[in-house]
């Protein structure tokens, strides 16, 4: 290959062949005394042109973790009683996060603080977690986006059976435990687990990490969202994290605002009542939060008087959960779970009380209704289904057109 050719190449696969074929035209025209010296000038003349800014675009797509969090904020209208004296009931739309609830926050959080101190590493650590709710999704999800091997051990009953297959479905393993062995037989077992070598456990139960992710997000988001006024916040016990988070974040922008956390009426053990049976998914896993003040103390010595940053202890039953779940998805066109729709329940009791005139009351949706097409919410669709979609479909061409009519059934 000639000299020539060698350069031409060169030029070729730098992209700057043309630009220079012009500038070499462009000196022989000007017959420029020193010709290498004007060709470079014309060469960097062109590449500083080149850096000019880009014709407008879309903005710039983040990559998928960071569109968790920024979730709407948004006020309930028609499902609102006629007494209500609030001037807002605000709904922050956790179900807008890309793993489908507010558990996909402190999974990220917890993740990515494990990576900064240097706990974890992709590709080399399994994450284990005991999760008998969303966070074992967020935890499968980013897991599987940053590439760690997940454990997600959970109890074995019929209403894993969503978390169960998205879990897997994010690449996954699934423990299940024996659910008559209780909470502590739980947590030891996935304890012992996450001691393993090459293991980490998470621990949402007891990690700061999860109420941080909502003291330095979800806490912010709704104080700028609400414009800088909130006067009720209200949202169920899980872990305690969010309502621990957000709710001392809250009280740290206006010292008034009343932080009221619920658990479902069957199991107050907040208050000192003992555990009972409950459908309020992501509520009262059976034990009292470490987030929370009281965690020390004997079941007597608990009550319902305010503690710590809880003003003040509401509880929802399991029917009304179901009622309000349906309510609020027919009312607003609001597909939400039922711990959400207990929760709006009580939001809404609390915009009707005098003291909430004119006042801005706050309440969480953690989790989209789909997820839950175990729960007993479910239950008369899923009957109606089994009857409309019958597993043998009609295949004599001569049958009627229409085979089913919702309305019509429910007239029959
Ligand atoms: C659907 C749902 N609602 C409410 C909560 C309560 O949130 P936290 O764990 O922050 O107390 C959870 C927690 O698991 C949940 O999954």
Redo the contacts with the bound molecule.
């Keep these: 290959m000639s000299v020539a050719q060698d350069a031409h190449a060169y030029f070729h696969s730098q992209g700057v062949h043309e630009a220079l074929a012009e500038a070499v035209k462009q000196v022989v025209l000007e017959n420029a005394p020193d010709a290498l010296a004007r060709i470079a000038e014309l060469l960097a003349a062109r590449s500083a042109s080149a850096v000019a800014p880009a014709p407008a675009r879309p903005p710039a797509l983040c990559t998928y973790l960071e569109t968790v969090g920024n979730t709407p904020l948004v006020a309930l209208r028609k499902c609102l009683p006629d007494g209500v004296r609030a001037a807002r009931v605000l709904a922050k739309l956790e179900m807008s996060n890309p793993g489908g609830?507010?558990?996909d926050r402190?999974a990220l959080h917890m993740i990515e603080q494990a990576e900064k101190e240097g706990l974890i590493t992709p590709g080399v650590t399994t994450l284990v977690d005991f999760?008998s709710?969303?966070?074992g999704i967020g935890e499968a999800m980013v897991a599987a986006a940053k590439g760690y091997k997940c454990v997600i051990v959970m109890p074995q009953v019929p209403a894993m059976f969503e978390r169960y297959i998205i879990c897997r479905q994010f690449g996954a393993d699934v423990h299940l435990l024996n659910p008559a062995a209780g909470g502590d037989a739980f947590i030891a077992y996935v304890e012992e687990l996450g001691a393993k070598p090459g293991n980490f456990y998470l621990g949402?139960m007891s990690n700061r990490h999860?109420p941080e992710a909502?003291v330095l997000h979800t806490g912010p988001e709704i104080w700028a969202q609400a414009g800088g006024q909130v006067d009720f916040f209200v949202?169920?016990?899980?872990?305690?994290?969010?309502?621990a988070g957000v709710g001392s974040f809250l009280k740290s922008q206006n010292p008034q605002c009343k932080v009221v956390a619920l658990e479902p009426s069957e199991a107050r053990m907040h208050t000192g009542a003992p555990m009972g049976k409950h459908g309020i998914?992501?509520?009262m896993p059976g034990f009292h939060?470490k987030f929370l003040e009281g965690v020390d103390l004997p079941a007597a010595e608990l009550s319902d008087a305010p503690r710590g940053v809880v003003d003040e202890w509401g509880h929802v039953s399991t029917p009304e959960c179901v009622a309000w779940a349906t309510k609020v998805c027919r009312d607003e066109g609001m597909m939400v779970?039922?711990?959400?729709g207990a929760?709006i329940k009580y939001a809404c009791d609390v915009a009707c009380r005098p003291e909430a005139a004119g006042k801005t009351v706050v309440v969480?949706v953690?989790?989209h209704g789909i997820r839950y097409v175990q729960h007993p919410l479910w239950g008369p669709m899923k009957e109606e289904a089994a009857h409309a979609l019958p597993a043998t479909p009609v295949a004599d061409k001569g049958a009627p057109i229409l085979q089913w009519d919702s309305a019509a059934q429910q007239h029959d």
């Design positions: 609830s507010l558990k402190i999760t709710g969303n966070t949402q999860n909502h949202h169920g016990i899980g872990t305690g994290g969010c309502i998914v992501g509520w939060s779970g039922p711990s959400a929760a969480i953690p989790s």
